[in-house]
């Protein structure tokens, strides 16, 4: 394919894309996107007014940068989500330390580097080490290897190793008795997921706040964790029974969200806060000054169109707190069902990962019934594994 000679006519230019599209799977039918792809009239309208503005540019979109802030207020509005503590500079900002970004992998990657800084800072300070000295220290960052394929961005692109610490194959979650062995003065922070896209469980980060202030005591560290609640974000605050996971823990610095999951906004939706600006989000805050005024920048990226704050702040406005309330019920609903009817399924699955056919059969069957299915390896401890498989 290579661009024309002379330009098309619209109608044709549309018809090559519909005919690429039209070749994709079905959207409605892809369970493993991650992404919500649903929209109301109004919203496919307010999300084309989105794309339209650049957000990066704050002094010519002033409105639309308070937009985001004002997104930012109610997220944390929402059923008290994450319940983050009232900054002090909050009437300096007009809003709590945090950004919009794309999707939760640039949250993430945010969030790394934050502690990172942050770290650095402190290691430096402890050993007598100066900046240059610091710089030749190879941080580590200790999380589950339930996580995301952002984290893998994180260790490659920002030059941090990876502490993976396999979870039981009962439970799927970071075990915080065994992060004492992983964390050592050259540790960054721990990641605790809640809601795995394997499975979506949660790891009790009320119990690795715990293990970590006897961890810091005893070692003279200064380890905090960062909730990556990429699909629990907006599922959590509206559960009933759940111990504190949130800024509620003394530990807990960020926290990370996909708006494009269960906050039902558009495709490149992400967000992230910070517990304060003073040694976290300020190490990496920008300053801009060449698009006509002065402002902060928190993302990778500068750039970006409007569209996933625009839409997410009509998802705000359209469910309110009732609303997503009432949809995550719902999920919770059907969740159960899925459990309860896989007690007993058509094709076995304890059966089928004994085999490296395992998958392909699945997927197989998946497609069959006009669904994709999301597939994927999870890597476990494995003498736990192969003993519990023994007495079973």
């Not at 059923?79 to 709590?96: R, S």
């Not at 979506?200 to 070692?219: C, F, H, R, S």
């Not at 999301?374 to 476990?380: A, F, K, M, P, R």
Request: aromatic share 12%; net charge negative; proline share 4%.
């Amino acid at each position: 394919m290579q661009i024309p000679d002379e330009g098309t006519a619209a109608r044709h230019c549309v018809r090559v894309v519909e005919d690429y599209h039209l070749l994709d799977f079905s959207e409605r039918l892809n369970t493993s996107s991650y992404v919500n792809v649903v929209f109301e009239p109004e919203e496919e309208k307010v999300a084309l007014m989105g794309l339209k503005v650049n957000l990066a540019d704050q002094t010519v979109y002033p409105e639309s940068f308070r937009m985001h802030n004002d997104t930012i207020n109610m997220i944390l509005g929402i059923a008290k989500a994450w319940h983050c503590p009232k900054p002090d500079d909050f009437d300096d900002y007009g809003c709590y330390a945090g950004a919009g970004t794309v999707g939760s992998t640039e949250a993430c990657l945010l969030a790394g580097l934050a502690l990172k800084f942050r770290w650095r800072k402190w290691y430096g300070q402890k050993f007598g080490k100066n900046e240059d000295e610091v710089r030749g220290v190879y941080p580590n960052l200790v999380i589950s290897t339930m996580f995301q394929a952002a984290w893998e961005k994180l260790f490659k692109y920002m030059d941090i190793q990876p502490r993976f610490v396999p979870p039981s194959y009962k439970t799927f979650t970071l075990d915080p008795a065994k992060i004492k062995d992983f964390i050592d003065e050259k540790t960054i922070g721990v990641v605790c997921i809640m809601g795995n896209h394997y499975g979506g469980q949660y790891d009790p980060v009320w119990e690795v706040d715990a293990m970590l202030e006897k961890i810091n005591a005893e070692k003279g560290l200064k380890v905090g964790i960062h909730v990556d609640a990429a699909s629990g974000g907006f599922i959590a605050p509206f559960q009933e029974g759940l111990p504190p996971w949130d800024f509620r823990l003394k530990n807990v610095l960020s926290i990370s969200a996909s708006g494009h999951k269960f906050g039902n906004s558009c495709c490149g939706t992400g967000w992230v806060i910070w517990r304060q600006r003073k040694g976290l989000s300020e190490h990496v805050a920008i300053s801009v000054s060449y698009l006509g005024g002065s402002a902060d920048s928190y993302t990778l990226n500068f750039s970006r169109p409007a569209q996933g704050v625009y839409v997410q702040f009509y998802k705000f406005l359209r469910l309110g707190k009732k609303g997503y309330a009432t949809q995550v019920a719902n999920q919770l609903a059907v969740a159960q069902y899925l459990r309860e009817s896989w007690d007993a399924p058509a094709v076995s699955v304890p059966a089928m990962r004994e085999t490296r056919f395992g998958a392909d059969v699945l997927g197989i069957f998946g497609r069959a019934n006009g669904c994709h299915l999301d597939l994927h390896s999870v890597e476990v401890d494995e003498a736990e594994s192969m003993a519990g498989r023994r007495r079973d």
